[in-house]
C-alpha cells in the first residue's frame, strides 16, 4: 500500500539554525500539506500546496517558513532561523482530490536547543 | 468559522467493553468530518469519514461514527474494544462553506483498553 514518508525521522538543530524537512507524498496526489503537532497539543495546519503554489497557510506560517516541490516527487518544509518554539513534530500529508481524505506520513520531531 | 471539540483527554475501557470518543463541532455550512488514530511515534492514520448519506458511517478495524447534525456531533464507537486499539485518536471537521479546504484537528482523545 502506498504510503507517505518523510525524512528525516528526527532533526535536533541549535537555534538560528536553517532546516529542511523532507516528504514524499503519494505519487498521484495531488495536494500537499504541513501540519505541526506541539507535545501534547493539537495538530495544526501550516501550509497546503497544489499545482507547484501556495494555496493556504495558517497565521504559524511566517516569513520564517517555506515550501518547495523541486523535483515532482520531494515536497519540503524550510525553516530559515529555528525557534525554541518550532520544536514539534512535523507531519506531511498528501491527498489525491478534494474532499478525500489526507494520508500523513509519520512525522519528523524537529529538536531545536 | 469551524472548531471541534474533543471534552475527554483520556478514555479508559475494559477489553470487549463497546468504546466511545466524543467529538463535536461547529461550522456555519454543512460539514464534512474525519477521525484519525495516531500511534506512537507513527503519523495519523484515516479511520472514516461522513461527507453525506448515511448519518451511520462504518470504518477500519471495526469502528463507526454517528452524525448527528441536531447535537452537532460525530462520536467514534466500536461495538467492542481490543488492547491494540489504545492509540491518540482525532477529530477533523472542514466547513464546506468560506472556501477554505483546510480540516480543523481537534485536541485528541487518548484511548485506553485495558486487559
Known amino acids: 500500500e502506498p504510503e507517505v514518508t518523510q525524512t528525516p525521522s528526527h532533526q535536533v538543530t541549535q537555534m538560528g539554525q536553517e532546516v529542511i524537512l523532507r516528504c514524499v507524498p503519494i505519487?498521484?496526489?495531488?495536494?500537499f500539506y504541513w501540519y505541526r503537532q506541539i507535545l501534547g497539543q493539537k495538530v495544526e495546519f501550516l501550509v497546503s500546496?497544489?499545482?507547484?503554489?501556495?494555496?493556504?497557510k495558517s497565521e504559524i506560517f511566517d516569513d520564517q517558513f517555506s515550501v518547495e516541490r523541486p523535483d515532482g516527487s520531494n515536497f519540503t518544509l524550510k525553516i530559515r532561523s529555528t525557534k525554541l518554539e518550532d520544536s514539534a513534530m512535523y507531519f506531511c500529508?498528501?491527498?489525491?482530490?478534494?474532499?478525500?481524505?489526507?494520508?500523513f506520513g509519520p512525522g519528523t520531531r524537529l529538536t531545536v536547543l | 468559522a469551524q472548531s471541534v471539540a474533543q471534552p475527554e483527554d483520556q478514555v479508559n475501557v475494559a477489553e470487549g467493553n463497546p468504546l466511545t470518543v466524543k467529538c463535536t463541532y461547529s461550522?456555519?455550512?454543512?460539514?464534512?468530518l474525519f477521525w484519525y488514530v495516531q500511534y506512537p511515534n507513527r503519523g495519523l492514520q484515516f479511520l472514516l469519514k461522513?461527507?453525506?448519506?448515511?448519518?451511520l458511517v462504518k470504518g477500519s478495524y471495526g469502528f463507526e461514527a454517528e452524525f448527528n447534525k441536531s447535537q452537532t456531533s460525530f462520536h467514534l464507537k466500536k461495538p467492542s474494544a481490543l488492547v491494540s486499539d489504545s492509540a491518540l485518536y482525532f477529530c477533523?471537521?472542514?466547513?464546506?462553506?468560506?472556501?477554505?479546504?483546510?480540516?480543523?484537528f481537534g485536541r485528541g482523545t487518548s484511548l485506553i483498553v485495558h486487559p
Open positions: 500529508a498528501s491527498r489525491v482530490s478534494m474532499g478525500n481524505e489526507q494520508f
Open positions: 505519487s498521484n496526489h495531488l495536494y
Open positions: 500546496f497544489y499545482n507547484n503554489e501556495i494555496s493556504e
Open positions: 461550522v456555519s455550512g454543512n460539514p464534512y
Open positions: 461522513y461527507i453525506t448519506g448515511d448519518n
Open positions: 477533523a471537521v472542514r466547513d464546506t462553506t468560506g472556501g477554505s479546504y483546510i480540516p480543523t
